[in-house]
């Protein structure tokens, strides 16, 4: 019998009573959805995504942001996946200015390098994963016609306003595997609540739903580790040193949250001539939704994409209403890919 | 987005940036989150090597997980 047929059978053994189990994670959600995992599950075992995809849960108040950028004349350089992401007018896809897709960050220094009569400003979304990589290049000394809108947030904090409010019932978490890899699992052991830290091969994650089926069933509420291979309690020392070297902790908004207390990240006062909002004096304001749009509960776990009037009609790949139907990690775009065929 | 994939460290050119290895494709990296040597296994993530494998967890993800799976039996 394969690994994964063994694992299936433990874990219809293991539930006996409903279960949602959340995880924080795009990468995830499109593992989940790719290998038809759903499909394996006990009947009354759900799983149920968080905000656990950067680019979704980026607030249209930082999208305008990025616009406004590029009418102040920089190059934007950004990640493909926010290209589309509807802003109040338009998207940096249809701005008509000079945005281009970068792989990371060290890409968009070498665009300031290579024009340096042009200002370069990067869209800076990311977890835990990514904001180490933009702290490596800021320490690399940049030339001055760089800078970056830091639009990066921390999953933890999100974790704990999820719990303190409640509303989607949960009982256990499958922990992002790269946010962990770089920020270890060690902030995690606050939160009282089963938790297993799950790699990304199908069989990394039901080997993860195992774990947590089996925590749920004993009573027990601690943190497993299910993804050995590349995740320490500690994750990334160096990595972890420079993020908060550079940058430090900032209350923030997420889309479909509240502001969040220290759940973001903004550059230190030393790397402030490095801040595209200061340099070019961008107020991020808060922008209230008005359309059909549930993105908002999708990301707080209290709705699927599927519930949603617009989601697969109004809402396609090709015409995203919301952030969640733009990026390859959001959601939506995830089930309309996978999901909405097997119905 | 947090997508990251395993390599192989081919050379390190310089301080910070090394040639990896992806398995059908060589490409320069970032390094300077990461302490590494030619031959060592590094989880990729949007141009830069964010954590360190071992070579061996690197070339056999499936046997650790099955060490895991055994442990898990106990």
């Not at chain 1, 680019?55 to 990025?66: K, L, N, R």
């Not at chain 1, 690399?140 to 999953?155: A, D, Q, T, Y």
């Not at chain 1, 220290?262 to 008005?290: M, P």
Request: glycine share 8%; charged share 25%; net charge negative.
């Amino acid at each position: 019998m394969s690994d994964g047929q063994r694992i299936i059978e433990t874990l219809h053994a293991l539930v006996d009573e409903d279960i949602a189990i959340m995880h924080i994670c795009g990468t995830h959600e499109a593992a989940i959805a790719r290998a038809g995992i759903r499909s394996l599950l006990p009947e009354r075992l759900k799983i149920v995504m968080g905000p656990g995809c950067p680019v979704c849960i980026t607030p249209q108040g930082e999208i305008d942001a990025a616009l406004d950028l590029v009418d102040q004349g920089c190059i934007v350089a950004t990640y493909g996946d926010l290209l589309r992401v509807p802003g109040t007018r338009g998207s940096l896809e249809s701005s008509g200015g000079d945005v281009r897709v970068v792989q990371g960050v060290h890409k968009a220094v070498e665009i300031a390098q290579r024009e340096p009569e042009k200002e370069v400003a990067f869209i800076s979304v990311g977890f835990e994963t990514t904001a180490p990589t933009v702290a490596a290049a800021i320490l690399g000394n940049p030339p001055e016609n760089f800078s970056i809108l830091s639009c990066h947030r921390l999953v933890p904090p999100a974790m704990q306003w999820l719990l303190e409010q409640g509303e989607a019932e949960l009982h256990g978490f499958m922990l992002p595997g790269h946010v962990c890899t770089v920020a270890g699992y060690r902030e995690y052991e606050r939160f009282p609540v089963p938790q297993v830290v799950a790699g990304f091969e199908p069989e990394d994650i039901l080997l993860g739903l195992v774990m947590l089926a089996r925590q749920i069933r004993r009573g027990e509420r601690r943190i497993e580790n299910a993804y050995p291979r590349a995740v320490t309690r500690e994750g990334n020392a160096k990595a972890k040193r420079l993020m908060y070297q550079v940058f430090e902790p900032v209350d923030v908004e997420w889309r479909g949250f509240p502001v969040i207390p220290e759940s973001g990240l903004r550059l230190r006062q030393e790397y402030a001539r490095y801040d595209a909002q200061k340099k070019f004096c961008i107020e991020i304001k808060h922008v209230e939704k008005h359309s059909a749009c549930i993105c908002d509960q999708v990301l707080r776990g209290i709705a699927r994409p599927s519930d949603c009037r617009l989601f697969a009609k109004g809402c396609t790949p090709r015409t995203p209403v919301g952030p969640c139907m733009v990026s390859q990690e959001g959601a939506c775009r995830i089930w309309h890919l996978y999901e909405s065929r097997r119905a | 987005m947090c997508i990251a994939i395993p390599a192989e460290v081919i050379e390190i050119r310089g301080e910070s940036i090394a040639l990896v290895d992806f398995g059908d494709l060589q490409q320069e990296i970032r390094i300077d989150l990461v302490d590494v040597e030619p031959g060592d296994f590094v989880l990729v993530h949007v141009g830069f090597a964010i954590q360190r494998l071992s070579r061996e967890e690197g070339l056999e993800t499936r046997e650790i997980f099955r060490q895991v799976y055994a442990a898990m039996e106990e």
